[in-house]
C-alpha cells in the first residue's frame, strides 16, 4: 500500500496556471504507475492522465491534452499535473491514485488514493 497526499489547488481565474502535486509514501514508488482524476460535483470520477512507473510513458485524456501535463520525480516520490489554460469546466476535486502495474482508465482499478484537492476556476 502506498499513501498519498495531493497539495496545490486553489482558486484561479480562466486561462491560469496550477501545478498539483501528490507525495507518495510507503511501498516502492518507483513501481506504481500514477493517475489524476477528478470529480465535479454530481459527476462520476474522470480520468485526466497517468504515467508509467519510470516516468517514460504518459497518457492525458482528451478533454485536456495540450493543456495539462503529467510528470513525476522518483527520488522525491511526488508526481505532479501542470494545468495551463485552466477552464471552468476543469472546476472539480483533483484526486492522485496508485496502481501496481499498468495503468488504467477506470477508478476501480486503483487501490490507493489521496485525498483530493479542490481546484477552481472562475470565468
Known amino acids: 500500500q502506498v499513501q498519498l497526499a495531493e497539495s496545490g489547488g486553489g482558486l484561479v481565474q480562466a486561462g491560469g496556471s496550477l501545478r498539483l502535486s501528490c507525495a507518495a509514501s510507503?511501498?516502492?514508488?518507483?513501481?506504481?504507475?500514477m493517475a489524476w482524476f477528478r470529480q465535479a460535483p454530481g459527476k462520476e470520477r474522470e480520468f485526466v492522465g497517468a504515467?508509467?512507473?519510470?516516468?517514460?510513458?504518459?497518457y492525458l485524456a482528451y478533454s485536456v491534452k495540450g493543456r495539462f501535463t503529467i510528470s513525476r520525480d522518483n527520488a522525491k516520490n511526488t508526481v505532479y499535473l501542470q494545468m495551463n489554460s485552466l477552464k471552468p469546466e476543469d472546476t472539480a476535486v483533483y484526486y492522485c491514485?496508485?496502481?501496481?502495474?499498468?495503468?488504467?482508465?477506470?477508478?476501480?482499478?486503483?487501490?490507493?488514493w489521496g485525498q483530493g484537492t479542490q481546484v477552481t476556476v472562475s470565468s
Open positions: 504515467i508509467t512507473g519510470s516516468g517514460g510513458i504518459t
Open positions: 510507503g511501498r516502492t514508488f518507483s513501481s506504481a504507475a
Open positions: 491514485a496508485a496502481r501496481y502495474g499498468t495503468w488504467k482508465f477506470d477508478p476501480e482499478e486503483y487501490t490507493d
